[in-house]
């Protein structure tokens, strides 16, 4: 298996980082972390991650199908975390569009501990 520096801009590599959260291998210890996994989970294409990390109160609204196209109809180029509390992550993600233009979302997600997991619940954007 080569060696794959992380999605998430941690320096540290994929196998070791964002990863084993997405395979289910680890629980990410803080909203950061799950928010970090995922970007990563985007940038490779893992709807189901990202639909079973979409808390349960608001996943009714992220359906699976939409998210793969989302995921695969942008290139995922970087994530910059501008804040984060222990409930709540500001980042920005950049990505290239189907057009390759580069584009940027910018959100501020909030976050829910629910027996011991980490969800995303929802966010605004800028
Ligand atoms: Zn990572």
Not at 103 to 114: A, N, P, V
Request: aromatic share 12%; with cysteine.
């Amino acid at each position: 298996m080569s060696i794959t520096k992380c999605y998430c801009g941690s320096q540290n590599n994929f196998q070791e980082c964002c990863e084993p959260c997405i395979k289910g291998i680890k629980e990410a210890p803080t909203s950061q972390v799950l928010m970090r996994s995922r970007y990563a989970a985007y940038a490779t294409h893992q709807a189901d991650y990202l639909v079973a990390t979409t808390h349960t109160s608001t996943r009714k609204n992220h359906k699976k199908a939409a998210i793969l196209d989302w995921a695969k109809s942008n290139q995922w180029i970087k994530l910059e975390v501008i804040n984060a509390t222990e409930t709540t992550v500001e980042f920005k993600a950049y990505y290239l569009d189907s057009n390759l233009q580069m584009q940027m979302h910018h959100e501020h997600s909030t976050f829910k501990l629910d027996n011991g997991k980490w969800f995303y619940v929802d966010g605004s954007f800028y």
